[in-house]
C-alpha cells in the first residue's frame, strides 16, 4: 500500500544521514573513509543501546540503507549469535548476519570491475 508519509520520513531520515555525511566533508579534514567507519560504529553503537529498532520502525529504509544500517546488523548478529553460541558467536554472528550484503557488494564490485577500465589519477 502507498504511503505518503512513510515516503518523506524514509526521505527526510536518509537525506539527514547524507547532511550530516557532507557536512562532515565540507568543515572538517576527516576523510571519506574515516566518515564511513564513524556512520558504521554509530549503527554499532545504537543497535547495543536499543535505538537503532525505535529509529528503523520510524523511519524504514532511510536509516536501514546506509551504512549506519550496515552497522546495526553486525552488531545484531553479533549479541544474537553471543546469546546462542558463546563467545564464539560474537566473533562469527555479524559475518552471518550480513553474509548475503557482503557477496552482493563483492559480486558487484566484480562485475564493475570487468566492464570498466580502472586507471590511476594523476
Same mark, same amino acid.
Given at each position: 500500500m502507498f504511503d505518503p508519509i512513510m515516503y518523506l520520513k524514509v526521505f527526510a531520515i536518509g537525506g539527514l544521514v547524507c547532511l550530516i555525511?557532507?557536512?562532515?566533508?565540507?568543515?572538517?579534514?576527516? =576523510?571519506?573513509?574515516?566518515?564511513? *567507519?564513524?556512520f558504521l560504529l554509530l549503527g554499532v553503537a545504537l543497535e547495543a543501546l536499543g535505538l537503532f529498532q525505535p529509529i528503523k520502525e520510524f523511519a524504514g529504509s532511510g536509516i536501514t540503507i546506509p551504512i549506519i544500517g550496515f552497522g546495526a546488523s553486525l552488531a545484531h548478529g553479533a549479541i544474537?549469535?553471543?546469546? =546462542?553460541?558463546?563467545?564464539?558467536? *560474537?566473533?562469527?554472528g555479524g559475518l552471518t548476519a550480513t553474509a548475503a550484503g557482503i557477496a552482493a557488494a563483492v559480486l558487484a564490485g566484480y562485475i564493475v570491475g570487468l566492464i570498466f577500465n580502472s586507471k590511476t589519477k594523476k
Open positions: 555525511g557532507q557536512i562532515l566533508i565540507i568543515t572538517t579534514k576527516m =576523510t571519506s573513509a574515516r566518515i564511513l *567507519v564513524s544474537d549469535a553471543g546469546n =546462542t553460541m558463546g563467545l564464539l558467536g *560474537v566473533f562469527t
